[in-house]
Each structure stands twice: as C-alpha cells, then as structure tokens.
C-alpha cells in the first residue's frame, strides 16, 4: 500500500476521528521534532502529555506553550530509567485513565554527524531500544483500543536502522550502511526466526563486541554505529510487535523524519523539526481505514518491514 502525505490535508471533517477526549504521550518532547509534535497535536485538539527526562526544560516547554495558548499536559519521563516508566504509567492512569496514541521519540546520540564513536553504546541501546521497548510494554493495558478508531503507537526511528538502503540522500549515510554480518541478516529477513528475544540476543552480542572492541570486524552497521543498532532493534521488535497486536485494535508503525533541524544533528538538516512533526502528526492521525500497521514510514512513503 502506497500513501503520498505531502500534500494531504491533517483533517478534513470527512476524516477527523478525534475529539479532546483523545491522549497522545510524546516521549522526549521538551525540544526538537517531540516539542514540535506536541505543538502540533495539541492545535488539532487532542489533550497531550509532554514528557522529558529534566523536570526543568519539561516545564519549560509547557510554559512556553502556554504562553501561545497551547495548553498540554507534563510528567516527568526518563525511558532509560524503569522506575520512571512504573511511575508514569501510573500517573497517566491515575490523571486521564489510560492513553490513545504514543509517540516513541525520546533517544539519544553521542557523534557528530561525521564520527563514530560506541563510547556510549550503552547507554544509546538503553535509551533509543529499551526504553521504548519498556514503555509500550507497561503501557500496553492502557491502550483504549477503540474498534472504530484503533490505539496508535508511532516509534520515531531511522533510515540508520534498515538492513538495506533505500536510498543514498543527505549525506549519504545510507550509503555505508548495509549490515555485514551475513548471521544477522539472515536473523532480521526470516520472519520464521525472529522473535523479541532474538532481537535482544542481538543487542546483547553488540554491546559484547563493543566490551571486547571487535565490533568492526564483526560487521556492524558503519556510521553512528551504536545509534543504527539502536534502531535496527526498535524496527525489529516494531515489526514483531505489529504483528502480534494485529486486530487487537493497536497499530504500530515507525517513522524516520530524515535530515531534521535538532540538537541531535548540531542543527544541520534538510528541514525544520516542524516540518518533521506535520509528517509525523499526519501518520499519527491517519484515519481509521487508512491506518496501516507494520511499516516504516520514510518521510511519506511506507516502505514494507520486509525491507528492512
């Protein structure tokens, strides 16, 4: 199924399904593309909750929403950490009684855009795999699930993460990134052998290869290696997790913005983060029967999982 969003209208009234009654969380949202999809859900009327690991810049942020008469939500978030998720999945339920659309957004990355570094490969694993990873899954008896307008999860994730490349564009990146590893290619094509505790054996052998500094030679992704890996395994579990929500009323697909404007990439980009968020808010709101499940959304175009 091919889908142009370029030139879609957000909301006709033919195709608005949601009404402020609806809960989208946007994780990692006190700046860049997170801030710019609150902003944005928030001006369709959805209620929004904005989250950020600093209590501070979350606030922040609210505030400076306020002040244009955008009001949302705010709870502190940090992914990476368990303790905070147990902690907001109770507040949430507590405060709105449960969620209708999530949007993975929060991660990290350690590189410039022209280094590589695994320095921090931990910590990118914990943040960009896990932490969504253990978000949805204390979040998934929340979902509403409504059979007329289904729950919606949206993990923000990478072209950096796709076993092949699509295409060559911005710098190129994609260029360098086909996976190596012939045992790892085999485990992300064949849908037979991949499961959620494949893709974490995956991750575990990285971080071991990283530990014992032959990552190189055991043909991991090139460029932002720790950062692909991260979104390799978020695409992976992504395409599981599709698979096993399919008719439960729960779509989960993932969307890679491209070359954006953020701190992530120094402020080097093709375009703005609220370019990035109109995109990303449109996915997020497709209307009912257009709403696929399982694919990765390269700037407007899905692509099928089994390209990754």
């Known amino acids: 199924m091919d889908m142009d969003l370029k030139g879609s209208a957000i909301c006709p009234s033919t195709t608005r399904w949601w009404s402020k009654e609806t809960v989208a969380v946007v994780t990692g949202a006190n700046k860049g593309i997170g801030f710019a999809l609150v902003k944005r859900l928030a001006e369709l009327g959805l209620t929004v909750v904005l989250t950020s690991r600093d209590v501070g810049k979350g606030k922040a942020a609210v505030e400076s929403l306020d002040g244009q008469g955008i009001h949302v939500a705010f709870c502190h978030l940090d992914v990476a950490e368990p303790s905070s998720i147990v902690t907001f999945a109770a507040w949430l339920e507590r405060r709105f009684g449960g969620l209708d659309i999530l949007i993975n957004n929060a991660a990290v990355s350690f590189n410039e855009i022209d280094t590589n570094s695994v320095e921090h490969a931990e910590t990118v694993i914990r943040t960009n795999f896990y932490g969504p990873k253990m978000l949805i899954e204390s979040l998934l008896p929340l979902f509403r699930r409504s059979i007329a307008t289904s729950s919606r999860i949206l993990n923000i994730s990478s072209q950096l993460g796709l076993l092949n490349a699509v295409n060559q564009s911005h710098v190129s990146l994609c260029a360098l990134q086909k996976v190596r590893n012939p045992a790892l290619k085999e485990l992300l094509q064949d849908e037979e052998i ?115």
Request: proline residues 6%.
């Open 194 to 308: 991949l499961t959620v505790a494949a893709v974490e054996r995956m991750v575990s052998q990285f971080l071991h290869h990283v530990k014992m500094g032959t990552w190189r030679e055991e043909g991991w992704p090139t460029v932002w290696t720790d950062y692909s890996v991260s979104k390799l395994a978020l695409n992976a579990y992504s395409r599981l997790l599709a698979k096993q929500q399919e008719g439960r009323g729960l779509s989960v697909n993932c969307f890679c913005p491209g070359f954006t404007r953020t701190s992530m990439t120094r402020g080097r980009g093709s375009r703005s983060p609220e370019e990035a968020a109109e995109v990303g808010a449109k996915l997020a709101l497709l209307p009912p029967h257009q709403l696929p499940t399982g694919k990765f959304f390269k700037w407007c175009t899905p692509s099928l999982y089994s390209k990754l």
